[in-house]
């Protein structure tokens, strides 16, 4: 399903040195996963005998027991394209391993031995098993089958799915085995654990868990054996999780007496982030790593994965306001940089009473406030011409005067008269030529005024306008730094939300600010309300915003991004809808790229953004039919 693959961890009922036991609930637990269209099954370290079999490993009758169980295990699952790990006690060549099975339609398709055991009092692995990290190029024999085994498989499936294996000790390693797996192509990363519980130890696994699953740029899936294991020295929880690059996606109830967990993992999106966003193509391919090819692995009938409409917007409300204070301390100091550079101490900035300039002047003031600098050298210049509202006039006027800046007001309107005038453009007919006389008039006034005082012009353009070119060239496309550059229009909304919260002088006038429709109010009022709103001509920027940052962070598809939007949006906008401005979008990010090439500086505040000069770098001319077509398919 369009990069999607369901991952399994499985936490069954632990049966102490009972192999027979253990296989009836490998294959309990197993059918409930496979009902449930996962393509990958993960099974706690030595999942056949328990862990803490501990001197038994060395008995005959436990070892040809478990191979028993093996053989039921395997063709119980013989059936299923899933692939399904397991724990396993080998005995190789005269030494015990602890290793891992990867089975798929009866067949064992590769052995992975623990690189590290531990020596510590309750976990003293090295009194019966032996490491197998230098173990390379050979095969093994297990119930019957020459099977590859060593640290240098993976196992590679279609869609993008590459198993690397690591067991439990190997995560706390100073070098993990799951680095150069990662580095090798593996993107789902499997540990098979047995791990007791300490007070707070739950924590530390869980951060290593998704940290790797960072570091690695992969999913990460941890099994680990619980309920059942020996109680002698130590507990076990049975803690699973799953998580892909940093975000953990599920984990289970530890202390339950079996466990199941699912995450859809996007292996598209891991693939993408490689390719496009971090260092792991600097990384050694390592080339003596054996692939060890599987069958095609199930797809999921359905999405089980929450998919946010709003990217750019943390959901929980604290991690919000910390991505808020963070936004604008990187504009203030931005812009403080820019300033004293240019040995500049003043800023001109144009005031509409609209979300964009509102942001842009708070975070000017911002600036000044933390460099110490008067207030009043910032001047906010509010234009009111054709189409400006007494609301939109009265809210800029309001916050100028809460904020103590200056305040200029200049009527464009004779001006822009003139220009008509002068290139013989009818007043009367309102096209595009009489919206950018006015934009461009706007930006000659501010450009002036920065002239005439020895001031910097703040641009107040945000990145969903940039991405749609939602400007008017050499009009308020212009500035000398733009401050909203790299602000998304759903996340400048939170942003001003966020100043509310904290002033309590500046809440009602903000409040309405935010209540105020989106418009550029170009176009003559009527009765002093605005005819002219921005999303009913070019769409939602709630959809926009999800556009661009999958279109951009990570180079999906249309037909992937229509795929992801019908999930997050599905209450509020049909799939024709969301097509029909997908294709508007891909029209408009196409054919506007010329602004964006010689756009002005602007501080970067998040990962996607679109300054020409290192973020994103596309020919003006380029032709948008291939992604038209997938859109329409």
Known sequence: MLGFYRIAAAVPYVHIADPDANAKEINRLFDKAEANDAAVVLFPELTFTSYSAADLFTHTALLQAQERALKRVLAHTSSSSAAVIVGYALEHHGR????????????????????????????YEKRWFVSGRDITDQTCRIAGQEVPFGTDVLFESDGGVVIGIELCEDLWAVTPPSFALAEAGATLLCNL????ELVGKHLYRQELVRTQSARCVAAYAYASSGIGESTTDTVFSGEALIAEYGTLLAHNERFARESLIFADVDMERLLALRRNETAFCDAPAHP??????????????????????????PSDNDERNARCEEI?????????????????????????????????????VEAFDRAGWDRRDIIAVTMPGFGTTSRTKNNAVTLCERLGVTLRRIDITPLARAEFEAIGHDEAQHDVTYENVQARVRTSL????????????????????IALGWSTYNGDHMSMYALNAGIPKTLVRYVIGYFAEKEAALREILEDILATPVSPELLPHKDDAIVQQTEAIVGPYELHDFFLYYFVK???????????????????YDGD?????????????????FKRSCMPDGPKVGTVALSPRADWRMPSDADVSAWLNDADR
């Open 193 to 196: 654990s047995a791990s007791n």
């Open 577 to 593: 809808t969301i097509r029909k401005w997908l294709k508007l979008f891909l029209k408009r990010f196409f054919t506007q790229q």
């Open 446 to 465: 501010l450009m002036n005024t920065a002239n005439k005082e020895g001031a910097l012009v703040i641009g107040t353009g945000d990145l969903s306008e």
């Open 328 to 364: 604008v301390a990187i504009q203030a100091h931005g812009l403080i940089a820019r300033m004293e550079r240019a040995r500049i101490s003043k800023a001109v900035i144009g005031i509409s009473g609209g979300l964009d300039s509102t942001l842009a002047l708070l975070s000017t």
């Open 288 to 313: 003596h790593i054996r692939r060890i090819a599987l069958h095609p692995l199930p797809s999921p009938a359905t999405l089980q994965r929450r998919i946010d409409p709003h990217p750019f917007v």
């Open 96 to 123: 015990l391993y602890n290793t891992a099975l990867v089975l798929q339609h009866g067949q064992i398709r590769g052995c992975v031995p623990k690189s590290y055991l531990p020596a510590k009092r309750e976990f």
């Open 554 to 572: 990570f180079g999906f598809s249309p037909e992937k991004i229509v795929f992801l939007a019908e999930k997050a949006f599905e209450k509020r």
